[in-house]
Structure formats: structure tokens, C-alpha cells
């Protein structure tokens, strides 16, 4: 199972990659791992690929129910989190890849075909299910690159690679039509905001400080971010908090005091109300 140091290190480590190939996989189990992945963004594109239970997947601002069986596409830069479902579990295989890879100087065809899809400029599902499209391709092929990667024996690197290949092929071909991105440069402008609560959520951060952040008046950044990410930024950034804290409860020996602190709250009594608000328990119950 992967720690959840190593977790929120993934994307801007690329050390995480294999030497050999920049495609790597994580097993994690929510609850079990971690409690919840808050929302972030990364330059690296990932399929969540559900092996049992169920759970929540938000891709830019839209929630989706997910099951054992189900895959999502996570393209670069769009911002997901990954949550419990009431009181399920859920395993899933978080696989994580440089899209750039597929990049050569000896042919077009990244900048014909892969970057427009890398760039979210093509229609394309953020889910696939049994059913839709192109899933039985994508589960054939990741579940492909699950047995090479289990043996690692010889060039195991070009045979990733060429089912990644073969993968995006079928997707590309699929999927053509381009669509109006507007709204996905809209959602870009908040990406500097949930990477500075993603990297200084233990600092004390104001709103108007975030809407001047984003490029908006204050007022037009509450707004704008509550209706692209469904809560509003005073929300998001205590539950981040939250979700920080109770990772270190069950990862950590130190005090309630001390772990609310090193999560931004600076009133320990607020602390202890908004955790029980959202987990139903005390700091002190949810460590037993």
C-alpha cells in the first residue's frame, strides 16, 4: 500500500517514475490508506482504475459515482479528488503517466493527435464503465501493463509503452470531435489556488488574498468558485485541513494540539467542532 507521504508526493517528484519508463502504478484503499485525496491538480495524466467497493471521483467540479470495474481518465491538469462513499471501502489502482513520452522529434504525430486530446480539447469521457466506448480497450490494455509490470523481465519498458500506445490509439481515433474549452480556462484561473492550499494549507490564507490570486474581485471569486467546485473556498480549505489532520491522528503520536496546528486551525476548540462536524467523531475517538 502506498504511503500517503508518497502519495502527495506522486506529481511533483518524478523520481516516482520507474528509470526505465515514466508510467508507474499505486495501490490505495480508502478508508484504509487514507481517508479522502482533496482536490489537486498535476501535469501528469492518470487512470483511477476501481478494483472493488465504491466511491466518489470529482473531475473539475462534477461528482461521479464509481464501482469495481470502472476506470477514469484523469487528463492533465484537471482537478479531481477522490472520496469515500458513505460508509464503503473502495480499492483502486492509481496509475500515473507523463504524457510527454509519446513525444518524438522524428514525427508529428503527438502534435497532431495526442496533444489536443492531452489538452482536454477533445470530447472524451472522464468515466468509463462497462458499456461505454472504448472501455473494454482501456481495461485491456491497463490490465496488460498490470502482469508486465508484475514480472519486469527484459524490455519491459517498450511493451508498456507500445499498449499505451495502442490505448490512446483506439481513444484518438474514437473520440475526435473538439470541443469549446472555455469553461476548462475558467476553471484554470482557480488551479493557482487549489495548488497554494494543496502546498500551504498550514498558513493562515484569506479570501481576498485567494480571488487576487485567481485574477478576480473578491466577490466574483466566491462565486465563481463555489459554482465550479460545488463548496465554497472557506469550505474546501477546512476540509482540506480536516483531511490533513486525520491522516496525521492515525500516521502520527503527536498531541490534538500540536496536529491542529500544523493544519492551519489556530483555535483548538473550532478544531475539535469542525472535525466532529465532519466525521462524526472527536480527533481523540477517530485515533482509536
Given at each position: 500500500?502506498?504511503?500517503?507521504?508518497?502519495?502527495?508526493?506522486?506529481?511533483?517528484?518524478?523520481?516516482?517514475?520507474?528509470?526505465?519508463?515514466?508510467?508507474?502504478?499505486?495501490?490505495?484503499?480508502?478508508?484504509?490508506?487514507?481517508?479522502?485525496?482533496?482536490?489537486?491538480?498535476?501535469?501528469?495524466?492518470?487512470?483511477?482504475?476501481?478494483?472493488?467497493?465504491?466511491?466518489?471521483?470529482?473531475?473539475?467540479?462534477?461528482?461521479?459515482?464509481?464501482?469495481?470495474?470502472?476506470?477514469?481518465?484523469?487528463?492533465?491538469?484537471?482537478?479531481?479528488?477522490?472520496?469515500?462513499?458513505?460508509?464503503?471501502?473502495?480499492?483502486?489502482?492509481?496509475?500515473?503517466?507523463?504524457?510527454?513520452?509519446?513525444?518524438?522529434?522524428?514525427?508529428?504525430?503527438?502534435?497532431?493527435?495526442?496533444?489536443?486530446?492531452?489538452?482536454?480539447?477533445?470530447?472524451?469521457?472522464?468515466?468509463?464503465?462497462?458499456?461505454?466506448?472504448?472501455?473494454?480497450?482501456?481495461?485491456?490494455?491497463?490490465?496488460?501493463?498490470?502482469?508486465?509490470?508484475?514480472?519486469?523481465?527484459?524490455?519491459?519498458?517498450?511493451?508498456?509503452?507500445?499498449?499505451?500506445?495502442?490505448?490512446?490509439?483506439?481513444?484518438?481515433?474514437?473520440?475526435?470531435?473538439?470541443?469549446?474549452?472555455?469553461?476548462?480556462?475558467?476553471?484554470?484561473?482557480?488551479?493557482?489556488?487549489?495548488?497554494?492550499?494543496?502546498?500551504?494549507?498550514?498558513?493562515?490564507?484569506?479570501?481576498?488574498?485567494?480571488?487576487?490570486?485567481?485574477?478576480?474581485?473578491?466577490?466574483?471569486?466566491?462565486?465563481?468558485?463555489?459554482?465550479?467546485?460545488?463548496?465554497?473556498?472557506?469550505?474546501?480549505?477546512?476540509?482540506?485541513?480536516?483531511?490533513?489532520?486525520?491522516?496525521?491522528?492515525?500516521?502520527t503520536e503527536d498531541s490534538v494540539l500540536d496536529i491542529s496546528q500544523q493544519v492551519g486551525f489556530e483555535n483548538l476548540s473550532h478544531f475539535n467542532r469542525q472535525f466532529k462536524k465532519k466525521?462524526?467523531?472527536?480527533?481523540?475517538?477517530?485515533?482509536?
Amino acid at each position: 500500500m502506498i504511503n500517503i507521504n508518497e502519495y502527495q508526493a506522486i506529481h511533483e517528484n518524478k523520481s516516482h517514475f520507474d528509470y526505465n519508463i515514466p508510467y508507474n502504478t499505486y495501490p490505495c484503499t480508502i478508508p484504509l490508506d487514507f481517508e479522502s485525496v482533496p482536490l489537486h491538480w498535476h501535469e501528469d495524466a492518470e487512470f483511477i482504475y476501481i478494483k472493488k467497493g465504491c466511491g466518489i471521483i470529482v473531475i473539475d467540479g462534477h461528482e461521479h459515482t464509481v464501482s469495481a470495474g470502472d476506470i477514469a481518465f484523469i487528463l492533465p491538469s484537471r482537478v479531481h479528488g477522490i472520496y469515500q462513499f458513505e460508509n464503503e471501502s473502495m480499492e483502486y489502482e492509481n496509475i500515473i503517466f507523463d504524457s510527454k513520452m509519446f513525444a518524438s522529434t522524428l514525427d508529428d504525430f503527438y502534435d497532431s493527435f495526442l496533444l489536443p486530446f492531452f489538452e482536454s480539447a477533445v470530447a472524451i469521457p472522464s468515466i468509463f464503465k462497462p458499456g461505454v466506448t472504448g472501455y473494454e480497450s482501456i481495461k485491456r490494455y491497463l490490465d496488460s501493463n498490470d502482469n508486465i509490470s508484475s514480472h519486469r523481465e527484459g524490455a519491459w519498458g517498450l511493451a508498456i509503452k507500445g499498449n499505451m500506445y495502442l490505448l490512446l490509439f483506439n481513444l484518438v481515433t474514437i473520440y475526435e470531435q473538439h470541443i469549446d474549452t472555455s469553461t476548462k480556462k475558467k476553471i484554470d484561473k482557480l488551479k493557482p489556488v487549489i495548488k497554494h492550499v494543496e502546498f500551504h494549507y498550514d498558513e493562515p490564507t484569506s479570501v481576498d488574498e485567494m480571488a487576487k490570486l485567481a485574477g478576480f474581485s473578491e466577490s466574483h471569486f466566491m462565486r465563481f468558485f463555489k459554482e465550479a467546485f460545488g463548496v465554497s473556498f472557506v469550505t474546501y480549505l477546512n476540509d482540506y485541513r480536516l483531511s490533513m489532520a486525520a491522516r496525521l491522528l492515525l500516521s502520527t503520536e503527536d498531541s490534538v494540539l500540536d496536529i491542529s496546528q500544523q493544519v492551519g486551525f489556530e483555535n483548538l476548540s473550532h478544531f475539535n467542532r469542525q472535525f466532529k462536524k465532519k466525521y462524526d467523531k472527536t480527533p481523540r475517538e477517530y485515533r482509536r
